[in-house]
């Protein structure tokens, strides 16, 4: 290869890695500033308080798709009706299950399917039917179960959910997530605050794994104890606490995550709803939402809070991981190939001026352009060009840098007030970044590639057989998983992804 | 001999030369790149170092509170919930604070901890003179002065929350000085405050600021805060008043008719409907039509109806819902209601509609159930939903 190839890739990876960097400092800066603010004004148990005793708290639905969740649903359900807030109600849609899912629902909630008039304001598959109790226990009472075809994704079921709902908002949500006892509270608060119309709030979610859950609540939280769901962990709070914490603090919030996240129903019925061809549909739906509202020129807000308020398990295997990392690659790739219309709009304001030309240089590109690093750093080994003088200071302050970042992310977990209860397990968060770069950077990436290789080649998906763990609870330890277990979890995993096939 | 002391800044002006220097051979990219690196490890080691000493900090900070919480606070409830009403003499031996003691602004801030609790699980119980006496004793009021005038918002915020939550008696004077503070949120704890204690007119700073915001958040804590004042039987604001004066924020009278709906003020309905009769404005119109039904007054009726074929979808649907709840078995008002139930075109208003005629006494249930017996058979399911008790009226209907 000529030398000028290696000299003008070595300057543009120079600019791209200071463009990062700076992006990143950023960032920090205006999560520290949202922080600091959050810090000052809010406060948890007064706003818990003031919202318990007045009659104007607004009603919140919570929508939770369930396809094949015999398992876990009824201990999830009784999670869900447990929360603390004056008005909410649960909307569990089954989509389909080919297990017991609904049959067990009906047994334990004492359902009966009720003359229900389904109004169609989303398309959806059909719908089967709408279930209410006949049981005189008040909390009971706050349980719907939607009964519809199997639509394939999780996509079509939460609009079916979308449909019935009776509240302003509502929280999406998976059936196997762990919500906060006062997630509620926290979610509607910044609604009430904002002299904007918020049309939706995501919340810092984490991993379950390694945590203590007794009946489908967190008894304690912990990091998780197995390599890769302890990187995603440490990737998600740093996500949450850093970059979407600093895009919300300037109304350029890109996504609000699809396991945990309050909507606007209003405004996602005008969107159109979740879009099931779509592979990053939570995506999808928040840019068609930021679209209707420019649209219309209506102003709005999407607001990241930093409590954690959910955990959700993580892909325990790197087959898994492969699964749902590839994709995301592919849901990137098809979200910028749909939504192509609003970068570097000005319509749409920091969503198409600031926030997609963000995503497109430093999400969509990184891979490409780590991938073309890795070869070139190859191809200088091979030729023995490396200059080893100043390569080790390049390495060495990339690498404080990460270290640096992820002590930033750990006290504003601490700042925030919702971490740990053991700061010794911070030192888990220390030794992933410590090996982050060397294991799951360069796995990450190649995933990646892979899903825009699909996407590009038009591939079917194809979902693989997810081995769920499950969290640990506090009466018994996590129980071992069967094949059929194991099997009926990766088509309910691959519903839940929104995938196309079943394994 | 003579010695020259190094300032912290010349040790790392020092530091970064040598780096520069060491480095001259290199070229400018690597140079600012060990420099970068260098600042990165530096914060990392402060920011370590910072978080350790905070978490010690802490931890000894609420170890002093639990000791204080184990030997004052049976005694601070003791003195709280004593009948008689105590000297402040009686109640400094009461506590039995050491001699040497001396109140300051860290030991107050130890103590809040231990007061909310204890005014958050005795409050019905407790003689109010006494509890003013003990914050009194303990030097409360003076602290929260203290922090209210200090520079960090936090505190000043804090303070007012702190105040609210263990009643505690801050001078008018104090928080009347950010009324119109230029920071919004400490603006607004300054005006609850002033409307939760205040005694000479406390409201009317709303009425005369013309940059009013006032959120849903606001709502909430002013309705908070006029229950406070109803409990403790000090002066209610005329809400009333509120609508009728001008220039006044749209949501300020919204949420003055929103206050007399839940106050159940039914004095207020005929001015009400004169309101309503001269509203052009959708959501007060709304507002208007929701308190006259849930208050149940019957000469609104009329209006309600002569209002219904011009009025928007939304104020339609509160029409419906309202002249539901007034209820007064009018054959007229049933067969205006029949009739535009077989005109509307629209679902949620049909189902509205269906709902009121089905909810209107034993006249209603007739006329219902003629038109179910008349309905085409794919309208059934509208008439089973309405039926079935086990789903939530609040649906559609």
Same mark, same amino acid.
């Given at each position: 290869?000529?030398?000028?190839?290696?000299?003008?890739?070595?300057?543009?990876?120079?600019?791209?890695?200071?463009?990062?960097l700076s992006s990143y400092v950023l960032f920090v800066i205006l999560a520290f500033t949202?922080?600091?603010?959050?810090?000052?004004?809010?406060?948890?148990?007064?706003?818990?308080?003031?919202?318990?005793?007045?009659?104007?708290?607004?009603?919140?639905?919570?929508?939770?798709?369930?396809?094949?969740?015999?398992?876990?649903?009824?201990?999830?359900?009784?999670?869900?009706?447990?929360?603390?807030?004056?008005?909410?109600?649960?909307?569990?849609?089954?989509?389909?299950?080919?297990?017991?899912?609904?049959?067990?629902?009906?047994?334990?909630?004492?359902?009966?399917?009720?003359?229900?008039?389904?109004?169609?304001?989303?398309?959806?598959?059909?719908?089967?039917?709408?279930?209410?109790?006949?049981?005189?226990?008040?909390?009971?009472?706050?349980?719907?179960?939607?009964?519809?075809?199997?639509?394939?994704?999780?996509?079509?079921?939460?609009?079916?959910?979308?449909?019935?709902?009776?509240?302003?908002?509502?929280?999406?949500?998976?059936?196997?997530?762990?919500?906060?006892?006062?997630?509620?509270?926290?979610?509607?608060?910044?609604?009430?605050?904002?002299?904007?119309?918020?049309?939706?709030?995501?919340?810092?979610?984490?991993?379950?794994?390694?945590?203590?859950?007794?009946?489908?609540?967190?008894?304690?939280?912990?990091?998780?104890?197995?390599?890769?769901?302890?990187?995603?962990?440490?990737?998600?709070?740093?996500?949450?606490?850093?970059?979407?914490?600093?895009?919300?603090?300037?109304?350029?919030?890109?996504?609000?995550?699809?396991?945990?996240?309050?909507?606007?129903?209003?405004?996602?019925?005008?969107?159109?709803?979740?879009?099931?061809?779509?592979?990053?549909?939570?995506?999808?739906?928040?840019?068609?939402?930021?679209?209707?509202?420019?649209?219309?020129?209506?102003?709005?807000?999407?607001?990241?809070?930093?409590?954690?308020?959910?955990?959700?398990?993580?892909?325990?295997?790197?087959?898994?991981?492969?699964?749902?990392?590839?994709?995301?690659?592919?849901?990137?790739?098809?979200?910028?190939?749909?939504?192509?219309?609003?970068?570097?709009?000005?319509?749409?304001?920091?969503?198409?001026?600031?926030t997609l030309p963000y995503i497109l240089i430093f999400e969509l590109l990184a891979p490409?352009?780590?991938?073309?690093?890795?070869?070139?750093?190859?191809?200088?080994?091979?030729?023995?060009?490396?200059?080893?003088?100043?390569?080790?200071?390049?390495?060495?302050?990339?690498?404080?840098?990460?270290?640096?970042?992820?002590?930033?992310?750990?006290?504003?977990?601490?700042?925030?007030?919702?971490?740990?209860?053991?700061?010794?397990?911070?030192?888990?968060?220390?030794?992933?970044?410590?090996?982050?770069?060397?294991?799951?950077?360069?796995?990450?990436?190649?995933?990646?590639?892979?899903?825009?290789?699909?996407?590009?080649?038009?591939?079917?998906?194809?979902?693989?057989?997810?081995?769920?763990?499950?969290?640990?609870?506090?009466?018994?330890?996590?129980?071992?998983?069967?094949?059929?277990?194991?099997?009926?979890?990766?088509?309910?995993?691959?519903?839940?992804?929104?995938?196309?096939?079943?394994? | *001999?003579?010695?020259?002391?190094?300032?912290?800044?010349?040790?790392?002006?020092?530091?970064?030369?040598?780096?520069?220097?060491?480095?001259?051979?290199?070229?400018?990219?690597?140079?600012?790149?060990?420099?970068?690196?260098?600042?990165?490890?530096?914060?990392?080691?402060?920011?370590?170092?910072?978080?350790?000493?905070?978490?010690?900090?802490?931890?000894?900070?609420?170890?002093?509170?639990?000791?204080?919480?184990?030997?004052?606070?049976?005694? *601070?409830? @003791?003195?709280?919930?004593?009948?008689?009403?105590?000297?402040l003499t009686e109640i400094s031996a009461m506590l039995k604070l050491p001699k040497n003691?001396?109140?300051?602004?860290?030991?107050?801030?130890?103590?809040?901890?231990?007061?909310?609790?204890?005014?958050?699980?005795?409050?019905?119980?407790?003689?109010?003179?006494?509890?003013?006496?003990?914050?009194?004793?303990?030097?409360?009021?003076?602290?929260?002065?203290?922090?209210?005038?200090?520079?960090? *918002?936090?505190?000043?915020?804090?303070?007012?929350?702190?105040?609210?939550?263990?009643?505690?008696?801050?001078? @008018?004077?104090?928080?009347?000085?950010?009324? /119109?503070?230029?920071?919004?949120?400490?603006?607004?704890?300054?005006?609850?405050?002033?409307?939760?204690?205040?005694?000479?007119?406390?409201?009317?700073?709303?009425?005369?600021?013309?940059?009013?915001?006032?959120?849903?958040?606001?709502?909430?804590?002013?309705?908070?805060?006029?229950?406070?004042?109803? %409990?403790?039987?000090?002066?209610?604001?005329?809400?009333?008043?509120?609508?009728?004066?001008?220039?006044?924020?749209?949501?300020?009278?919204?949420?003055?008719?929103?206050?007399?709906?839940?106050?159940?003020?039914?004095?207020?309905?005929?001015?009400?409907?004169?309101?309503?009769?001269?509203?052009?404005?959708?959501?007060?119109?709304?507002?208007?039509?929701?308190?006259?039904?849930?208050? %149940?007054?019957?000469?609104?009726?009329? %209006? /309600?109806?002569?209002?219904?074929?011009?009025?928007?979808?939304?104020?339609?649907?509160?029409?419906?819902?309202?002249?539901?709840?007034?209820?007064?078995?009018?054959? @007229?008002?049933?067969?205006?209601?029949? @009739?535009?139930?077989?005109?509307?075109?629209?679902?949620?208003?049909?189902?509205?509609?269906?709902?009121?005629?089905?909810?209107?006494?034993?006249?209603?249930?007739?006329?219902?159930?003629?038109?179910?017996?008349?309905?085409?058979?794919?309208?059934?399911?509208?008439? %089973?939903?309405?039926?079935?008790?086990?789903?939530?009226?609040?649906?559609?209907?």
């Amino acid at each position: 290869m000529p030398e000028w190839v290696y000299d003008a890739f070595s300057y543009f990876v120079i600019a791209y890695s200071s463009m990062v960097l700076s992006s990143y400092v950023l960032f920090v800066i205006l999560a520290f500033t949202e922080h600091k603010k959050h810090y000052t004004y809010h406060d948890d148990d007064y706003t818990i308080e003031e919202l318990k005793k007045s009659p104007y708290t607004p009603g919140i639905s919570i929508v939770a798709p369930a396809y094949n969740e015999e398992k876990t649903v009824i201990t999830n359900v009784q999670s869900l009706l447990s929360l603390d807030y004056p008005d909410f109600e649960v909307v569990i849609v089954n989509d389909g299950s080919k297990d017991k899912t609904l049959e067990l629902l009906i047994e334990n909630f004492d359902l009966v399917k009720v003359p229900y008039a389904y109004v169609e304001k989303i398309k959806t598959k059909p719908f089967r039917g709408l279930y209410k109790t006949r049981s005189d226990n008040p909390a009971f009472k706050r349980l719907t179960v939607v009964d519809k075809v199997n639509g394939g994704t999780k996509a079509d079921a939460s609009n079916a959910g979308v449909n019935v709902v009776s509240n302003k908002f509502f929280v999406c949500t998976d059936v196997d997530c762990v919500l906060e006892k006062n997630a509620l509270y926290r979610m509607i608060w910044p609604t009430m605050a904002s002299t904007r119309r918020v049309i939706a709030v995501s919340a810092t979610m984490r991993m379950s794994n390694g945590s203590i859950v007794e009946d489908g609540k967190m008894v304690e939280p912990h990091p998780p104890h197995e390599l890769i769901p302890l990187f995603q962990d440490l990737e998600y709070t740093r996500s949450f606490l850093i970059g979407k914490t600093a895009l919300s603090r300037i109304n350029a919030m890109q996504n609000v995550s699809g396991g945990f996240g309050m909507f606007d129903r209003e405004v996602v019925i005008k969107a159109g709803g979740y879009d099931g061809d779509s592979f990053a549909e939570d995506m999808d739906m928040v840019a068609r939402m930021i679209r209707y509202m420019c649209d219309s020129g209506e102003d709005y807000r999407v607001v990241q809070i930093p409590e954690t308020c959910c955990w959700t398990e993580g892909p325990p295997n790197f087959k898994v991981l492969n699964r749902q990392r590839t994709r995301w690659g592919r849901g990137l790739f098809q979200f910028f190939t749909v939504h192509r219309d609003m970068l570097w709009n000005r319509n749409y304001r920091q969503y198409g001026m600031l926030t997609l030309p963000y995503i497109l240089i430093f999400e969509l590109l990184a891979p490409v352009i780590e991938f073309l690093g890795y070869f070139m750093v190859l191809s200088l080994l091979v030729q023995w060009a490396i200059n080893w003088n100043t390569i080790w200071i390049a390495f060495l302050g990339l690498y404080v840098f990460a270290q640096l970042l992820t002590v930033t992310i750990i006290s504003y977990d601490v700042w925030v007030g919702t971490s740990f209860k053991r700061r010794r397990d911070y030192l888990w968060f220390v030794l992933a970044s410590l090996l982050e770069p060397f294991i799951y950077h360069p796995i990450n990436v190649f995933f990646s590639l892979r899903g825009y290789v699909k996407q590009i080649l038009g591939t079917q998906m194809v979902w693989g057989n997810m081995t769920r763990k499950g969290v640990q609870s506090a009466k018994k330890p996590a129980a071992s998983t069967s094949v059929a277990e194991a099997k009926s979890a990766a088509e309910a995993d691959a519903h839940k992804e929104g995938g196309k096939a079943d394994a | *001999m003579e010695y020259y002391v190094l300032s912290r800044y010349a040790y790392w002006k020092y530091y970064f030369l040598i780096l520069y220097y060491r480095l001259q051979e290199f070229p400018p990219a690597v140079r600012v790149w060990a420099i970068f690196t260098s600042i990165c490890l530096l914060l990392l080691i402060s920011i370590v170092l910072g978080n350790f000493i905070r978490v010690l900090h802490s931890a000894a900070d609420s170890r002093t509170i639990d000791r204080y919480r184990e030997k004052y606070y049976e005694r *601070m409830k @003791e003195v709280a919930l004593t009948a008689r009403n105590l000297e402040l003499t009686e109640i400094s031996a009461m506590l039995k604070l050491p001699k040497n003691f001396k109140m300051h602004a860290k030991q107050n801030r130890r103590f809040v901890p231990i007061l909310l609790d204890l005014y958050r699980h005795y409050a019905d119980e407790m003689s109010k003179s006494n509890w003013q006496r003990l914050l009194q004793v303990l030097k409360m009021p003076a602290y929260f002065d203290e922090q209210v005038r200090s520079r960090s *918002m936090r505190k000043r915020i804090i303070a007012f929350k702190n105040v609210a939550d263990m009643d505690a008696n801050l001078k @008018e004077a104090v928080a009347s000085r950010y009324l /119109f503070a230029k920071d919004r949120k400490l603006q607004n704890m300054a005006r609850l405050h002033a409307a939760r204690f205040g005694t000479s007119y406390p409201f009317k700073v709303l009425l005369e600021d013309p940059n009013l915001v006032f959120t849903d958040e606001l709502v909430i804590k002013f309705h908070n805060v006029l229950l406070y004042r109803m %409990e403790n039987g000090m002066s209610m604001p005329n809400l009333i008043h509120w609508c009728s004066k001008t220039p006044v924020n749209e949501e300020l009278r919204i949420f003055a008719i929103n206050e007399i709906r839940l106050f159940r003020r039914k004095e207020d309905c005929a001015e009400m409907l004169s309101m309503l009769q001269n509203s052009r404005e959708e959501r007060f119109s709304c507002a208007l039509i929701q308190a006259l039904g849930e208050l %149940e007054y019957v000469p609104a009726e009329k %209006e /309600f109806c002569r209002r219904y074929l011009s009025a928007s979808f939304s104020e339609r649907q509160e029409l419906a819902k309202a002249l539901g709840l007034i209820n007064s078995g009018n054959p @007229e008002v049933l067969k205006f209601l029949e @009739e535009d139930f077989m005109q509307t075109t629209d679902y949620v208003t049909r189902m509205l509609l269906l709902r009121t005629i089905y909810n209107y006494g034993k006249p209603g249930r007739k006329t219902y159930e003629r038109l179910k017996k008349d309905a085409p058979a794919e309208f059934a399911i509208y008439f %089973e939903h309405i039926e079935c008790e086990l789903i939530d009226s609040r649906r559609y209907a």
